[in-house]
């Protein structure tokens, strides 16, 4: 399977953004960690204001919108 040069850069750009946002990630993924451990069922909107906060992080880094 090969990949474009396009598509090569989109991973990088994300995976960047990403890890400039581990602060917001982490906190996500604590979240839904104690969602599961309480209810063991995840649904939309659950932990939704550390969603958020992630998925700014990550646009503002990308500095793209989606």
Same mark, same amino acid.
């Given at each position: 399977?090969?990949?474009?040069?396009?598509? $090569?850069?989109?991973?990088?750009?994300?995976?960047?953004?990403?890890?400039? %946002?581990?602060?917001?990630?982490? +906190?996500?993924?604590? !979240?839904?960690? $104690?969602?599961?451990?309480?209810?063991?069922?995840?649904?939309?909107?659950? %932990?939704?204001?550390?969603?958020? +906060?992630?998925?700014? !992080?990550?646009?503002?880094?990308?500095?793209?919108?989606?």
């Amino acid at each position: 399977m090969s990949s474009t040069p396009a598509a $090569r850069k989109g991973a990088r750009l994300l995976s960047h953004a990403v890890s400039e %946002c581990s602060t917001q990630a982490i +906190a996500y993924g604590q !979240c839904i960690g $104690r969602v599961v451990d309480e209810q063991r069922d995840v649904s939309k909107g659950m %932990c939704g204001k550390e969603f958020d +906060a992630f998925k700014v !992080c990550v646009q503002k880094v990308a500095k793209r919108r989606w």
